[in-house]
């Protein structure tokens, strides 16, 4: 701060930027070379940001001096501002670690699915003395499949994990 006015200049000046850039963007006269492009391509929208940029200044200016956020809210409109409640990182962990056994449930329960069917088409093969001409690939539940087949009447109870749901 030098004698009492803002680092980027006085207030009036900052006010004067933001007006004279606001009347460019409605002439569809833009100085700045990134709203230019965006008036090439048809997609200059006049809002804070690019009222800011064609005034070069700071967006921050809208927070820090009230004149440039009520002559933007003005001619702009002012956006409601919706107060967002953060969750606090307990309960936020405790959401995840629930969402998580969930999965993990879930997981449990399509594996024994799976090595019920595995089971199921192993017995097909057993009784009608045929081969299965699908290739299925067992192996994203080998481990499932292969106490299932040593104790087919264990397949339903593998993936149940004691959990309550």
Request: charged share 35%; hydrophobic share 30%; glycine share 6%.
């Amino acid at each position: 701060m030098k004698d009492g006015q803002p680092l980027g200049g006085s207030v009036d000046a900052i006010l004067q930027d933001f007006k004279d850039a606001y009347e460019r963007l409605k002439k569809h006269q833009p100085r700045d070379p990134a709203n230019a492009e965006l008036l090439q391509v048809g997609k200059l929208r006049v809002n804070k940001l690019t009222l800011a940029r064609e005034a070069g200044r700071s967006r921050t200016n809208y927070v820090n001096h009230e004149e440039v956020r009520r002559y933007a809210e003005e001619k702009l409109g002012a956006k409601a501002s919706v107060p967002r409640e953060v969750p606090s990182v307990e309960t936020a962990n405790r959401e995840y670690r629930k969402a998580n056994g969930e999965l993990k449930d879930e997981v449990n329960e399509l594996k024994a699915q799976l090595a019920e069917m595995a089971c199921y088409v192993d017995y097909l093969e057993h009784r009608y003395k045929v081969k299965s001409t699908d290739k299925v690939d067992w192996s994203s539940a080998s481990t499932v499949l292969a106490r299932a087949r040593k104790n087919p009447n264990a397949a339903k109870t593998i993936g149940s994990s004691g959990r309550k749901r």
